[in-house]
């Protein structure tokens, strides 16, 4: 099982390097899709690591991945201009899945 990284920056990509994890840097929407698509498809792939900036730029088709497939896992991460999330992203994302109101 491996992990694989979605990125919009090299900086990222390097440090992931470092760590053994192998992936690619995309900046356009059609190329996030695509590449997302690759990693999905992709059976040795356990894990998907994408950048909250290239996650806000498709967040629908991500949120719908992570909602009706099993695998593999996406993982939104900080890039290197820090935390891009609401104080309410977490609820948010638990009342979508949900269709509750917390």
């Given amino acids: 099982m491996k992990y694989f990284l979605i990125s919009d920056n090299v ?11 192998e992936g690619v840097v995309v900046h356009s929407d ?3 899709r695509e590449e997302l698509q690759k990693a999905m498809d992709n059976p040795e792939i356990a894990v998907v690591l994408m950048t909250e900036t290239l996650v806000s730029k498709c967040p629908e088709l991500v949120y ?19 935390n891009g999330r609401t104080a309410d992203s977490i609820t948010r994302y638990v009342q979508e899945a949900i269709g509750v109101k917390l």
């Fill in 64 to 82: 719908d991945l992570k909602l009706h497939r099993k695998r593999p896992l996406i993982v939104e991460i900080p890039d290197r201009h820090g």
């Fill in 11 to 21: 900086d990222t990509q390097m440090g992931m390097r470092l760590a053994g994890i």
């Fill in 30 to 32: 059609k190329h996030i």
